[in-house]
């Protein structure tokens, strides 16, 4: 998760967990959040995006498209499925910082089938993919 995104959600009563894939980068998401005073909302770890299994629930999770599309599809697709599955009913994922013309938007639209998607302005000739975990209804 970046840090900007780490503190929007932190600052918005959420809380955070920021995998980085550096202690320096560690480090600095903690420097920001304490600056901010959102140190007890967010937790950094130093990991790869390919070797964390998270251990609650998720409601959000923001990854930019680099981390992503730098794992190999098989990866990547492993990654999802676990971040799919510990998702809430109603949680999103936001996808950062795509280039115009990418085909990973495409494969994301594949990945997230069952899920409410919506592709947003993100910047500069850049999309960013968001999907929503529909709820389900118990009857």
């Not at 007890?40 to 992503?68: G, I, K, M, N, Y």
């Not at 809430?88 to 085909?103: F, N, P, Q, R, Y």
């Amino acid at each position: 998760m970046t840090g900007r995104s780490a503190l929007f959600f932190a600052a918005n009563g959420c809380d955070v967990t920021s995998l980085e894939a550096e202690e320096s980068d560690v480090q600095r998401v903690m420097d920001a959040a304490i600056h901010a005073g959102l140190a007890a909302r967010v937790h950094a770890v130093a990991t790869e995006l390919a070797d964390f299994t998270p251990d609650a629930p998720l409601h959000a999770v923001v990854c930019s498209h680099a981390a992503l599309f730098s794992l190999t599809p098989r990866e990547r697709a492993r990654v999802l499925a676990v971040l799919q599955s510990a998702t809430s009913d109603g949680g999103v994922h936001l996808v950062e910082t795509i280039a115009a013309g990418s085909a990973a938007i495409e494969e994301l639209r594949t990945t997230y089938r069952d899920w409410l998607v919506s592709v947003e302005p993100d910047g500069d000739d850049a999309k960013a993919f968001l999907a929503r975990k529909e709820q389900r209804v118990s009857h």
